[in-house]
């Protein structure tokens, strides 16, 4: 009788859940303000994280900038700061977890607790996998997501304390479909969804409502992370329309957003067309770039 009662809640919620998407359509959701706001972005010194941070500044948030580039972060603090925001620089290499932990502790005494984690730094090889090299398939893990459970593990405490903050994953349509060349990044990426797919219903499950989580999963952007890349499927993104999504969802408290929204209907069909067709689509698709990973070393 119970799981009977159960199913029927489950219809409702349902139903009502489809009627507030619909009249989410018509009417715009409200924006949470993050005015004062400690928000920390991994990767800050190029392409997506530096984006995301100007954004935040824009919005008056206190941005606390980590990146194994230093001139890079030095750069989008600069611009930050312009903006009328405040901004602090650590140079943080996220495959290293004890300059995670260390970073972190010198942010919680000298900053104070954050407000929006935003785990965004990414590397990519884009080679065969039987060439790729076993260094680089650790260091493509330790960076897309093991850097992910240190940094949350860093600032997830205060968040639980108030039941308030924000976690944000920046994963990519490669956290739901396979593409040749890219079997390490594809793998970690997969995990970061997952990661961000666990950490909601743990949230949920223990009560604490109060912290969101968002993942970005976009197609390929012109940041540079990889070099001319092209598909004859999707978009080539700008830069802006990525991030303009992302600060949106983070504001509104959107649980994942895929760029473009269109590949959310390619990922529910490829659920459920036969592999043939599947490979005849990736066929089809012809995706090509070429890659040189950016800031492979430290720069200090
Ligand atoms: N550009 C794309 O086509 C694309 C598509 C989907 C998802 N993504 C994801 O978006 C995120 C940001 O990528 P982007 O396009 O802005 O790339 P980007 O190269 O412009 O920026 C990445 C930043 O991460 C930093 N970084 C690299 N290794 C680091 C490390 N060990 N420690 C600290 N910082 C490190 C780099 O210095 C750089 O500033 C990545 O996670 C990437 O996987 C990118």
């Known amino acids: 009788m119970k799981v009977i009662l159960d199913f029927i809640a489950l219809f409702f919620i349902a139903i009502y859940s489809y009627l ?24 800050s010194g190029h392409g997506i994280g530096q984006l995301t941070a100007l954004e935040f500044a824009k919005l008056q948030s206190t941005l606390v900038l980590w990146d194994i580039n230093k001139d890079g972060i030095e750069e989008t603090a600069e611009q930050c700061r312009q903006l009328g925001a405040k901004a602090f620089t650590y140079v943080v290499d996220c495959s290293k977890r004890s300059e995670i932990y260390a970073a972190a502790e010198k942010v919680k005494t000298t900053i104070g607790d954050v407000d929006i984690l935003i785990n965004n730094a990414g590397v990519v090889f884009g080679v065969e996998f039987l060439q ?75 009560g604490k409502d109060g912290i969101k989580t968002t993942c970005l999963c976009p197609v390929f952007i012109n940041t540079g992370f990889v070099q001319n890349p092209s598909t004859r499927l999707w978009p080539v993104l700008k830069t802006e329309q990525v991030v303009k999504s992302f600060v949106d969802g983070i504001l509104t408290n959107k649980k994942m957003i895929l760029v473009p929204s269109s590949v959310k209907s390619y990922l529910i069909l490829s659920k459920f067309l036969p592999q043939r067709v599947i490979s005849k689509l990736n066929k089809m698709q012809d995706v090509q770039f070429s890659t040189t990973l950016r800031s492979a070393t430290k720069m200090d």
């Open 132 to 206: 790729l090299q076993d260094h680089q398939i650790e260091k493509t893990f330790e960076v897309n997501i093991l850097a992910h459970f240190w940094t949350t593990k860093s600032f997830l405490p205060a968040m639980m304390k108030k039941n308030c903050g924000h976690i944000a994953t920046v994963a990519s349509v490669c956290g739901h479909v396979g593409l040749t060349y890219l079997v390490d990044y594809c793998a970690s990426k997969f995990g970061a969804v997952g990661f961000h797919e666990c950490m909601t219903v743990e949230l949920a499950s223990l």
């Open 20 to 43: 507030e998407a619909l009249v989410k359509l018509f009417i715009p959701e409200k924006r949470k303000s993050v005015s004062g706001d400690i928000v920390l972005i991994t990767g």
